[in-house]
């Protein structure tokens, strides 16, 4: 398997843009998640799905950030408008409900919001 | 809330020496996870070692075992003949079994001399 999908690697746009990061799951987990990395908060869960359905939206930042999983391999982060303090490392991270909490991670996209 | 705690933010050894990282949790929950996430360069985030917090054994991974202090809600991880490659920023992280959140600590950057 190809493991957790992000696109694209590196996003670089200006204040009040709309941005979509992209995640392709590995086949066959049912749960995946979008984490942030920032110097100041360290990684933070923002939003994870189970069986496509949004299970824990709790640490969606505000209203500005929305995410989306039309199915079973595709799931979308949008951001808009964007900010410069959305300028993040962000996840993708999958698992399978068959094997214990192992979640596996993307490779992130690097988003730079000028 | 769960935290964790990791109280090294940098730390450095020579090739080929064992070095360990430290990390510490609170919770009130009797059973869950603990893992030790490994974040080379390429941003990639690589799961080295998990455990059980109702296994008494300490879990081993080839060069990477940790020692679990359940009691002290401790959870340090050992590198053995260390690689020039185990240069990385390693974060712990803690999961309820009921649960899916993954809580990551601050991190430590680990730097491998030749």
């Known amino acids: 398997d190809a493991g957790v999908i992000q696109s694209p690697r590196h996003e670089v746009t200006e204040m009040g843009q709309e941005v979509t990061l992209r995640c392709k799951p590995i086949s066959g987990h049912d749960y995946l998640f979008w984490y942030r990395q920032t110097m100041m908060r360290g990684l933070e869960l923002l939003i994870y799905f189970n069986n496509n359905v949004p299970i824990d939206d709790s640490g969606m930042p505000e209203d500005r950030f929305s995410a989306k999983m039309p199915n079973a391999s595709f799931s979308t982060l949008k951001i808009q408008p964007s900010e410069p303090r959305d300028s993040a490392v962000y996840f993708c991270?999958?698992?399978?409900?068959?094997?214990?909490?192992?979640?596996?991670f993307g490779a992130g996209t690097r988003l730079s919001v000028l | 809330a769960q935290t964790v705690t990791q109280s090294q933010p940098e730390m450095s050894v020579q090739e080929a020496e064992t070095v360990t990282l430290s990390c510490t949790y609170d919770t009130s929950e009797s059973n869950y996870y603990l893992f030790w996430y490994k974040q080379p360069p390429s941003r990639q985030m690589i799961l080295v070692i998990r455990q059980e917090a109702y296994k008494q054994q300490n879990a081993t991974e080839n060069r990477f075992s940790v020692n679990f202090q359940k009691a002290a809600k401790s959870f340090s991880l050992k590198i053995s003949d260390s690689q020039l490659g185990d240069t990385a920023m390693y974060f712990c992280?803690?999961?309820?079994?009921?649960?899916?959140?993954?809580?990551f600590g601050e991190g430590t950057q680990l730097t491998v001399n030749p």
């Open positions: 992280a803690f999961m309820e079994t009921s649960g899916s959140r993954l809580t």
């Open positions: 991270a999958s698992r399978s409900s068959g094997v214990k909490n192992i979640q596996y």
